[in-house]
T-cell receptor, first 112, second 114 residues
Framework: QKEVEQDPGPLSVPEGAIVSLNCTYS??????FMWYRQYSRKGPELLMY????GNKEDGRFTAQVDKSSKYISLFIRDSQPSDSATYLC????????????FGKGITLSVRP | DTEVTQTPKHLVMGMTNKKSLKCEQH?????MYWYKQKAKKPPELMFV???????INESVPSRFSPECPNSSLLNLHLHALQPEDSALYLC?????????????FGSGTQLSVL
């Protein structure tokens, strides 16, 4: 079992749709959870950052972490064509030399 | 300024060439990273520098040689690469090399080895 599982998609939705992206993980020591957005031929950009369980909202984006189920989600409301990108979940444990573990990434396409 | 600058943006090199990738950040971050990313795959960690000292080497072949001249600069020296080394090479930085740090990535160097 991989440490982090993410449905590779791709995912295509119409403009204005609510998008739900998910990752599951097996390492219960993960404490920090992130979502990165990567446009084609660009580096990943940190979109959302959450410590431990709970929800975090930033504009149209909401990140949820459920540590009891080892499940994290990213919701995008009122999706826009500019949201078309690859979304990577990432997580890490506490401590020095703790590497970031990425999911495989899912490519989202928002149709006008 | 949350920018990590990488040069060049594109690089084509032969298997006998020597080239260098450069990365610069002015956020006062003390940890810098090199990642390799193949198409449709997540980034793979190669090296981590913490306070200008190499702290992680993910068993990367010796044809890749990192260098951290100072706290703002990170280089990756390339020599005798193979075609399978063609990939997007990403530099990143964070405040410290510790769990939970937010990584800021550059736009990458798209490398093609012929």
């Amino acid at each position: 079992q991989k440490e982090v599982e993410q449905d590779p998609g791709p995912l295509s939705v119409p403009e204005g749709a609510i998008v739900s992206l998910n990752c599951t993980y097996s390492n219960s020591a993960f404490q920090y959870f992130m979502w990165y957005r990567q446009y084609s031929r660009k580096g990943p950009e940190l979109l959302m950052y959450t410590y431990s369980s709970g929800n975090k909202e930033d504009g149209r984006f909401t990140a949820q972490v459920d540590k009891s189920s080892k499940y994290i989600s990213l919701f995008i409301r009122d999706s826009q064509p500019s949201d078309s990108a690859t979304y990577l979940c990432a997580m890490s444990v506490t401590g020095a030399n703790s590497k970031l573990t990425f999911g495989k990434g899912i490519t989202l396409s928002v149709r006008p | 300024d949350t920018e990590v600058t990488q040069t060049p943006k594109h690089l084509v090199m032969g298997m006998t060439n020597k080239k260098s990738l450069k990365c610069e950040q002015h956020m006062g971050h003390r940890a810098m990273y090199w990642y390799k990313q193949k198409a449709k795959k997540p980034p793979e960690l190669m090296f981590v520098y913490s306070y200008e000292k190499l702290s992680i080497n993910e068993s990367v072949p010796s044809r890749f040689s990192p260098e951290c001249p100072n706290s703002s600069l990170l280089n990756l020296h390339l020599h005798a690469l193979q075609p399978e080394d063609s990939a997007l090479y990403l530099c990143a930085s964070s405040h410290e090399d510790a769990g939970g740090e937010k990584l800021f990535f550059g736009s990458g160097t798209q490398l093609s080895v012929l």
